[in-house]
């Protein structure tokens, strides 16, 4: 059973680019979320996917936006690149199950640097 | 605005000993806390969470104490063990919407387990 896999491992990117990350869920998951992850700080939430929809988002500019595909998988897409964004890409995914929580399981991260 | 907090960026435990790692939140809307372990290359992995209704859960040498009032929890490992060498990370949700709940978390502690 394959979990949460995330796609590149390491990116460089200079200021003013843009990036996409990719994401896929663990089987039988259809919920995704995005964490940016700076160095020395916990994850912080960019937003979720549902449904092919963004259901909820963070305190992130609109430079951050993302997609979910049919098949559940997601992108996370980074324009206009600046230097502060050169941090740990964490997606995670869930079942969205009737139930008052559901476990998030998490990938290994994208390493994203901006030069 | 740091709503969940970790205020001891490391931790130095004997092998055997029992390591108590704290949290601190402001927000008294959350309703779920969990801990999360992370090594290094890898992406947090789920240890233990618990519910608001409750004071403390375990599960084996893992327990979480939730206070409330204090607005505080934490999480004791006993014995502490090698392979329990890693960054933990304490996080926080709110139901706001059934199954969006997104993780709202604290810098994380090191803790290394010394033989």
Known sequence: DAGVTQSPTHL?????????????????????????????QGPQFIFQYYEEEERQRGNFPDRFSGHQFPNYSSELNVNALLLGDSALYLCASSLNARSSYNEQFFGPGTRLTVL | DQQVKQNSPSLSVQEGRISILNCDYTNSMFDYFLWYKKYPAEGPTFLISISSIKDKNEDGRFTVFLNKS????????????PGDSAVYFCAASRSIIQGAQKLVFGQGTRLTINP
């Open chain 1, 12 to 40: 460089i990117k200079t200021r003013g680019q843009q990036v996409t990350l990719r994401c896929s869920p663990k089987s039988g998951h259809d919920t995704v979320s995005w964490y940016q992850q700076a160095l020395g």
């Open chain 2, 70 to 81: 204090a607005k505080h929890l934490s999480l004791h490992i006993v014995p502490s063990q």
